[in-house]
């Protein structure tokens, strides 16, 4: 029996999923809560009273503001980042010099603590956006680089065996076999980088910028106001939302099709 056939696969789409979902996120509100009841209100601010700052915080123009300079740091960094370690990680899968070559770059750039990539940078870059869009480039760079690597060594070998017996061309290679056949494992990975990307880029924001969610974060944080504090964190969950399903959906599906196609 085919083994794509024998493993079982878990249907995204299935009937009542949303019902589910929504059980999900009641359950969270109501640790939430039991929390808030338990703990002192300086420590966790109940989703009442977190819900009416978010309410009242929607109103200025500063969250606004400080929303899509957030958004726009981490998708310039998550972009280049992903680029970069998509590049490489074809690379190497095409040359093993390259491949051995890389490895010990990666493992000293997934290895090292963020904190510390983040100090380096504010010694170079000091606080600005700059420092907040290599911050987030440097984290995401190896997640993309592993899975593009993990995804060519996947390929049949015989397609490219293949190929080289009929001397197809390097760039119909590229096109027809390399880039559809790395497609989901690149997916997988841009995902990933995009919610470490986040991280990144209000840990960042926090530590050595004057704008962002992660610097209101860090003024709520400094003057106690929990509310406050808790309404950035929904927002930043909210950030994350708005890039899965305003970018990385519409682009999974854009790639299936262009997979089906090739």
């Known amino acids: 029996m085919d083994a794509s056939q ?3 696969t878990v249907n995204e789409n299935f009937p009542g999923r949303g019902r589910y979902i929504l059980f999900g996120i009641l359950a969270m509100l109501a640790v939430w809560q039991l929390l808030s009841l ?18 009242k915080m929607v109103s200025t123009m500063a969250l606004w503001q400080n929303l899509g300079l957030s958004l726009g740091r981490i998708m310039a960094g998550v972009f280049i980042g992903s680029f970069a370690g998509g590049i490489f990680g074809i690379i190497a899968g095409l040359s093993r010099r390259w491949n051995a070559f890389l490895e010990p770059i990666r493992w000293v750039v997934m290895t090292v603590p963020a904190i510390v990539v983040l100090v380096l940078l504010l010694l ?8 907040v869009i290599v911050m987030t480039a440097i984290v995401t760079l190896p997640f993309t680089y592993v899975s593009t690597l993990e995804g060519m060594q996947a390929i049949d070998r015989r397609l490219i065996e293949m190929a080289q017996v009929y001397r197809i061309p390097r760039n119909l290679r590229l096109t027809s076999i390399y ?4 497609g989901s494992a690149l997916m997988a990975g841009l995902t990933l980088a995009t919610g470490i990307g986040v991280k990144a880029a209000i840990l960042a924001e926090f530590m050595g910028a004057r704008d962002g969610i992660g610097h209101e974060l860090f003024l709520s944080w400094t003057h106690l106001n ?11 969950f909210a950030l994350l939302a708005l890039i899965e399903f305003g970018v990385l959906r519409p682009l999974r599906g854009v790639l299936l099709k262009w997979q089906s196609a090739s």
């Open 179 to 182: 880039l559809p056949g790395i």
């Open 226 to 236: 929990t509310p406050e504090l808790y309404s950035w964190i929904i927002l930043t």
């Open 124 to 131: 170079f870059f000091g606080m600005g956006s700059t420092q």
């Open 38 to 55: 338990w703990l002192p209100s300086i420590i966790v601010a109940s989703p009442v009273d977190t819900f009416l700052e978010l309410s």
């Open 6 to 8: 024998s493993a079982p």
